[in-house]
């Protein structure tokens, strides 16, 4: 329930090197929206949802990515992408 911007800052602080966060588009959206992202990786599952939740909730906001590297892990393709600033 902290601010987003105040809590990354405070993990940041801490002894580690990434930080990796976990959730839905909601949760996601708003690190987006402050421009505490970094990288997204992505993994594609050989699963369609047509009623699933969205991974990126409709905004106004625009990321542009440059692809990093893709890793398969059996069924699974991880994507890597920076964030351009």
Request: no cysteine; glycine share 10%.
């Amino acid at each position: 329930n902290d601010d987003i911007v105040r809590f990354t800052n405070k993990l940041k602080n801490q002894e580690g090197r990434n930080i990796w966060l976990v959730g839905g588009g909601e949760l996601l959206q708003s690190f987006i929206k402050e421009k505490l992202v970094d990288e997204l990786i992505i993994t594609v599952a050989p699963s369609i949802i047509g009623k699933g939740i969205p991974l990126f909730k409709e905004g106004d906001y625009q990321l542009d990515l440059s692809l990093k590297g893709t890793r398969n892990f059996n069924q699974f393709v991880e994507l890597h992408y920076g964030v351009q600033n």
